[in-house]
């Protein structure tokens, strides 16, 4: 496992942007972004795996999401345009060592607020 932190969450209002980074400790096969909102379910947002680069994201978020990495900082970054009230949500960035293996570390997890 690795250690992640994130850092970048905060409050803006509808319409706006916000950019979220995940330092990792070391390399891992898949980096991921998670949200949580208050009595919901954790949902999947976004990922990239580090030596391809390939993305995945959620319809949810797809066209407003970009998520990138830095290989040099070993850093993960979720650019987030167009932020609405619904994005409002506890954010996590997780990492994954191999391809089809679950998330199995995790951030503290960062809150986003985007008021109407």
């Known amino acids: 496992q690795v250690q992640l932190a994130e850092s970048g969450g905060g409050l803006v209002q509808a319409g706006g942007s916000l950019r979220l980074s995940c330092a990792a400790s070391g390399r891992t096969y898949t980096m991921g972004w998670f949200r949580q909102a208050p009595g919901k379910e954790r949902e999947f947002i976004a990922s990239?795996?580090?030596?391809?680069?390939?993305?995945s994201y959620a319809d949810s978020v797809k066209g407003r999401f970009t998520i990138s990495r830095d290989n040099a900082k070993n850093t993960v970054y979720l650019q987030m345009n167009g932020l609405n009230p619904e994005d409002t949500a506890v954010y996590y960035c997780a990492a994954r060592s191999r391809l089809g293996a679950d998330f199995n570390s995790w951030g503290q997890g960062t809150q986003v607020t985007v008021s109407s």
């Open positions: 990239i795996r580090w030596i391809s680069g390939t993305t």
